[in-house]
C-alpha cells in the first residue's frame, strides 16, 4: 500500500514559517500530482497547493504570495514552505498525493494529518 508519511506541523507566532513535508512510498509507478489541504475546526476540507507531475502549480488566493509548494522527484517528496503564517492558517494540514500503482489507474491517497497552529 501507498503511504503519504507528514511531518514539520507545530506551534507557531503569528508572522512566523514552518516548511512542511510529506514523502510517499510503496509500489508507485507514477505520480500525477500531489498536494496540501487543510480543514479548520467546524470547516470543510479546502486546497492549499498543488503541484502536477508537470511541474505546474496551483494554489489557494488566501495563500499566495506566502506558501510555495515544491518537490522532489529523487525522494517522492513534495515541501510546502509557508511564511508569514496568519492565525487563520490555523488546520490539520493533509497531505494528498494521486498516485498509480497499476498502468493506467490513478488513485487517491492521503496522509494523517499535521497540526499546524498559529498563534494570534
Known amino acids: 500500500q501507498v503511504q503519504l508519511v507528514e511531518s514539520g506541523g507545530g506551534l507557531v507566532q503569528t508572522g512566523g514559517s514552518l516548511r512542511l513535508a510529506c514523502a510517499a512510498s510503496g509500489r508507485i509507478v507514477s505520480i500525477n500530482a500531489m498536494g496540501w489541504y487543510r480543514q479548520a475546526l467546524g470547516k470543510q476540507r479546502e486546497l492549499v497547493a498543488a503541484?502536477?507531475?508537470?511541474?505546474?502549480?496551483n494554489y489557494a488566493d488566501s495563500v499566495k504570495g506566502r506558501f510555495t509548494i515544491s518537490r522532489d522527484n529523487t525522494k517522492n517528496t513534495v515541501y510546502l514552505q509557508m511564511n508569514s503564517l496568519k492565525p487563520e492558517d490555523t488546520a490539520v494540514y493533509y497531505c494528498h498525493g494521486r498516485i498509480s500503482r497499476l498502468l493506467g489507474r490513478y488513485d487517491d491517497y492521503w496522509g494523517q494529518g499535521t497540526q499546524v497552529t498559529v498563534a494570534s
Open positions: 503541484v502536477t507531475s508537470g511541474g505546474s502549480t
